[in-house]
């Protein structure tokens, strides 16, 4: 594989991961919708976002864009670490942690992969051949793996609380 296909295969992992987050994220937008209309409007914007911002990866990814959602699925990854530790100030809830759930989950893995991905990405001709050579092996098999694992989730199980 040249260095090109392996920054292919790299974007297109990225872009499918977001893409499968994006869904997680739609099936929590129903559940939210009838807690907070707030928090259900937030996870359907996110969900378009997400699915956005994957297919126009897929298309082609500009450095700009690469950033641009490697710093939204940190924020993304960061509100979640913050709802599931100390709660938020607003809501039904207000101030209470929600319990961690297998789609929340996911979806989060999904956005650390994304991070990872996209850094790898942009940092490219900067990356020692040791960590070119584990990013073509390793990641194919973790984009596949955590877009399997989301995907399945989908059809196992619902976001509660």
Not at 31 to 48: E, I, K, R, S
Not at 90 to 113: C, M, N
Not at 148 to 153: E, G, K, M, Q, T
């Amino acid at each position: 594989m040249t260095a090109t296909e392996v920054r292919r295969e790299l974007e297109v992992d990225a872009a499918v991961l977001a893409i499968a987050a994006g869904l997680i994220h739609a099936v929590a937008a129903v559940t939210h919708f009838g807690q907070y209309w707030l928090f259900g409007t937030f996870f359907a914007v996110l969900a378009v976002a997400q699915v956005g911002w994957g297919a126009l990866v897929y298309r082609g990814a500009t450095r700009s864009l690469l950033i641009a959602g490697a710093w939204g699925s940190a924020g993304v990854a960061l509100l979640w670490l913050v709802t599931r530790t100390v709660g938020l100030p607003i809501g039904p809830h207000a101030g209470r942690p929600e319990a961690v759930g297998p789609l929340d989950t996911l979806a989060t893995l999904d956005e650390h992969a994304i991070v990872l991905l996209v850094l790898a990405l942009v940092r490219w001709p900067s990356l020692r051949p040791r960590v070119v050579r584990f990013a073509q092996r390793a990641g194919p098999a973790v984009g596949i793996g955590l877009t399997i694992a989301s995907l399945v989730s989908l059809t196992l199980g619902v976001h509660a609380h």
